[in-house]
């Protein structure tokens, strides 16, 4: 009995050694396909969205198109002239004080894992599924959570990736 326990538990480490060993190779090849784009910053002529309401603001290429913005001003969306799934959007919006927040999900925390180039820490979370990849940007200064985020379609995400990646570092919000 011992050495069939010994059996199935080395049989264990084997599967989850090779089940780690498979995401981390598919993580690097999906990393891999992100970092070959040749993004340079220095070839698109650049404009900057600069919100009235809450005082962010971020740039965007200056042949793409704005989407009507709501009507309490609070962001932007911007579409790609080659391909309209392909967007970049920047909102805010005011936090409830903590004491009446009451749900799990805003009582979790997540450590920041970014930093613009203005020095403020955020949360940059990518996410890519079958159909559609976006990276998003959370900072939070007061009472005031702002977001950017950039997306397109998955299969092209791997080609957008550098330059999402460039807005998310220029996104600036106002100083505290």
């Known amino acids: 009995m011992a050495t069939a326990n010994k059996i199935y538990s080395w049989g264990q480490r084997i599967y989850r050694f090779t089940a780690s060993v498979s995401g981390v190779i598919a993580l690097l090849i999906i990393l891999w396909g992100c970092t070959g784009n040749n993004f340079n910053a220095g070839a698109i002529a650049w404009k900057t969205y600069s919100n009235s309401r809450y005082g962010f603001e971020f740039p965007y290429p200056s042949n793409w198109s704005s989407l009507a913005a709501p009507a309490n001003d609070d962001g932007i969306a911007f579409l790609s002239p080659q391909d309209n799934s392909v967007e970049i959007r920047g909102w805010a919006s005011q936090q409830l004080p903590n004491s009446i927040v009451t749900t799990q999900e805003s ?47 998955s299969q092209e995400f791997q080609n957008y990736y550098r330059f999402f990646y460039y807005i998310a570092q220029q996104y600036r919000i106002p100083k505290s």
């Open 107 to 153: 009582l979790k925390k997540i450590k920041p894992n970014f930093q613009t180039a203005q020095g403020v820490s955020g949360v940059l979370v990518v996410e890519v599924d079958r159909r559609v990849g976006s990276m998003t940007l959370t900072l939070t200064q007061s009472q005031v959570k702002y977001y950017w985020q950039g997306q397109s379609k």
